[in-house]
T-cell receptor
């Protein structure tokens, strides 16, 4: 069975702090894809990143970075120097094998205070 | 491209009424998904289609829910009869087949249809 766990329900930080959002996944497939999506207060779902199971290289995009570790089945997301505009719900998701079925975690609500 | 288009954006109806939500996926996408989002259950996958064929409807809550995709450019999610517990935001999304190297593999989401059943 496929499962995504985001243990942190809510996180609150003060602007300029670094924050890491945790994601742990379960799958028996050897080929899979991991995603992060952002849902701002306006409600739309915004794609942030995809990684495939064969590429464990970490990625950095501006203030965002992702740490993919197959050994611990984790795909964590770090925001450096957080800003108020980063306040949103962040979803980690798993797409396993060739099914095309994308399963989301419960989401982590991030509040960045000025 | 116009993106995934959903209608209506908001729907308020009374218990027992039939509700039909509509979705136009991005042209050329092979997959279409219907998700439901509530505070209690988060984002749940209801059903998804590949090339207009339903692949997995295990997430459909009960027989009151049905989904169709008569062609590659249109899908509907119907609730009949509706109940207050169906109140949620329903998202439609589309994508290319996973594993294709010509794209990032992301799902493209519509803006959602917010359903309120009184």
């Amino acid at each position: 069975a496929q499962k995504v766990t985001q243990a942190q329900t809510e996180i609150s930080v003060v602007e300029k702090e670094d924050v890491t959002l945790d994601c742990v996944y379960e799958t028996r497939d050897t080929t899979y894809y991991l995603f992060w999506y952002k849902q701002p207060p306006s409600g739309e779902l915004v794609f942030l990143i995809r990684r495939n199971s064969f590429d464990e290289q970490n990625e950095i995009s501006g203030r965002y970075s992702w740490n993919f570790q197959k050994s611990t089945s984790s795909f964590n997301f770090t925001i450096t120097a957080s800003q108020v505009v980063d306040s949103a719900v962040y979803f980690c998701a798993l797409l396993s094998g060739n099914t095309g079925k994308l399963i989301f975690g419960q989401g982590t609500t991030l509040q960045v205070k000025p | 491209d116009a993106g995934v288009i959903q209608s209506p954006r908001h729907e308020v109806t009374e218990m027992g009424q039939e509700v039909t939500l509509r979705c136009k996926p991005i042209s050329g996408h092979d997959y279409l998904f219907w998700y439901r989002q509530t505070m209690m259950r988060g984002l749940e996958l209801l059903i998804y289609f590949n090339n207009n064929v339903p692949i997995d409807d295990s997430g459909m809550p009960e027989d009151r829910f049905s989904a169709k995709m008569p062609n590659a450019s249109f899908s509907t999610l119907k609730i009949q009869p509706s109940e207050p517990r169906d109140s949620a935001v329903y998202f439609c999304a589309s994508s290319y087949a996973p594993g294709q190297t010509t794209n990032t593999g992301e799902l493209f989401f519509g803006e959602g249809s917010r359903l309120t059943v009184l």
